[in-house]
């Protein structure tokens, strides 16, 4: 038995690997096709095509995290229609290699797309994220952070504060900083603004430089407002540069420790979780989908065609793949809609592929 399970590792390897290149290479095309309008509008003096090749490719990270189960999918089915096209599975049944077994070989191959997908989402690919948009904003001197900047709350005692980022800057550093504090009656009580920023993580505060600041002073029933100039200020603050880093990447491109630090933060300062949680539990569900897959492709091996048939097989693999990818992203989208609970919208998509999975494999193994 650990040849023949050796001799089906193999071949689902090689093919998974396969279809794994085949889609970076043409996720990679096209996003380099996309990133080369950054050089044209840079004149190309501080962002070369050779610079936009490299955040390209460390923007592949995060493709292979998506594409891992279904290439996973598209890769067992190939094989699994292979073996039972040149009967080489039927004599691994008639070596002794019953339906459960299989399952038991294939469950294991899969455990292994698990770690895989695990790392590759909570690792390799946030890592890279981080390093292809510090290095991007090295070389454009900025990197805005869209239209209205990154929004982030918190609480100081009976006060609230509101920042606004507009720019990451390079080596780190923040740009077209905006705080807004509020008294515990909801007035403003004052507004900061300064033109860049350096977080100090080690003593909780934010240097901030070129520093325009109004205060709101109440006296003797009278408000006034007091205007003043700095060049630099220590602003204390909870808000470290991994939540700012946070609000810039997207959700499914963090890391789940990163994640849930995320959530408590937003929890603690009253604001809604309820994205980031659906995320959370996501990245928890999403590497154990390499299992559905594989189960979803074991009854394949037990279907009889002599000749031809195959092109058809994967092509169903590849729609059935790409139905998943859009349940979960469909789950995700309603699941934040209409407040449902994370955990049950995150894993609701697998679940379901799980009993279509195992309802095929009770029909076309047990059964027939």
Request: proline residues 3%.
């Amino acid at each position: 038995m650990r040849v023949l399970r050796r001799w089906i590792y193999r071949d689902a390897l090689s093919a998974v690997a396969f279809v794994t290149l085949a889609f970076l290479g043409l996720f990679f095309f096209f996003d380099l096709i996309d990133e080369l309008r950054s050089v044209s509008r840079t004149g190309g003096e501080l962002y070369t095509p050779t610079h936009a090749l490299v955040y390209v490719l460390l923007s592949l990270p995060n493709h292979l995290y998506e594409l891992l189960p279904i290439t996973v999918l598209i890769g067992t089915i190939f094989v699994m229609a292979r073996l039972a096209q040149s009967s080489e599975f039927t004599i691994m049944r008639t070596s002794g290699m019953g339906p459960w077994m299989a399952l038991r070989t294939l469950l294991m191959l899969g455990c292994g797309f698990v770690v895989l997908t695990f790392a590759v989402g909570d690792y390799i690919a946030p890592a890279a994220e981080r390093l292809a948009q510090t290095s991007k904003a090295t070389l454009l001197g900025r990197l805005s952070l869209g239209a209205t900047g990154a929004w982030l709350k918190e609480r100081q005692g009976e006060n609230s504060v509101a920042v606004n980022v507009g720019a990451l800057g390079n080596e780190g550093g923040l740009r077209g900083i905006r705080i807004f504090e509020f008294d515990a009656q909801g007035r403003m009580a004052s507004q900061t603004r300064a033109e860049s920023a350096v977080v100090d993580a080690a003593n909780d505060t934010w240097a901030l430089r070129n520093v325009a600041r109004s205060t709101y002073v109440i006296e003797a029933g009278q408000a006034r407002l007091e205007r003043e100039q700095l060049e630099t200020l220590n602003w204390p603050t909870r808000i470290s540069a991994e939540m700012v880093s946070a609000s810039l990447l997207k959700p499914d491109r963090m890391a789940t420790l990163d994640l849930f630090r995320y959530i408590r933060h937003l929890e603690a300062n009253g604001q809604s979780a309820q994205r980031y949680e659906i995320e959370f539990w996501r990245k928890v569900f999403y590497p154990l989908s390499c299992l559905v897959m594989v189960v979803l492709a074991l009854p394949f091996a037990y279907l009889h065609f002599r000749s031809g048939g195959i092109a058809a097989y994967v092509f169903g693999g590849v729609m059935a793949g790409i139905s998943f990818f859009l349940l979960n992203n469909v789950f995700g989208y309603a699941g934040n809609l209409q407040n449902w609970s994370p955990w049950l919208t995150a894993a609701a998509p697998g679940f379901i592929y799980s009993l279509l999975s195992l309802g095929a494999f009770s029909w076309l193994v047990l059964r027939r």
